[in-house]
């Protein structure tokens, strides 16, 4: 079993920047594929970043691109998703997932943390 925990959210203004750690105990997850959802109120959940078992590959959804970076520190079975620029509809509950290899943009993963909440104000 896996358990993810996420953190750093919060409020922040539109423009500012927000980091988001996702923490994997239990096991490593250095072989799993690892990406970030988000859902906002009213709406289904979203693929946001993925980045594969060996961090060569990461993968964004389009309206996030070039402000939004993921990355991994395998040594510390962790994950960060880095924001810029945030505007007001990226104000969503992020969530870290996690399954074997394979980034993909569905929700099939098999390990899922609790969500972090974001709140960008115009």
């Known amino acids: 079993q896996v358990q993810l925990v996420e953190s750093g959210g919060g409020l922040v203004q539109a423009g500012g920047s927000l980091r988001l750690s996702c923490a994997a105990s239990?096991?490593?997850?250095?072989?799993?594929?690892m990406a970030w959802f988000r859902q906002a109120p009213g709406k289904e959940r979203e693929f946001v970043a993925g980045?594969?078992?060996?961090?060569?590959?990461?993968y964004y959804a389009d309206s996030v691109k070039g402000r939004i970076t993921i990355s991994r520190d395998n040594a510390k079975n962790t994950v960060y998703l880095q924001m810029n620029s945030l505007k007001p509809e990226d104000t969503a509950v992020y969530y870290c997932?996690?399954?074997?290899?394979?980034?993909?943009?569905?929700?099939?993963?098999?390990?899922w943390g609790q969500g972090t909440q974001v709140t960008v104000s115009s």
């Open positions: 997932a996690a399954r074997w290899m394979v980034v993909v943009t569905t929700p099939n993963y098999y390990y």
């Open positions: 239990g096991r490593s997850v250095n072989n799993y594929a």
């Open positions: 980045i594969n078992w060996s961090s060569v590959n990461t």
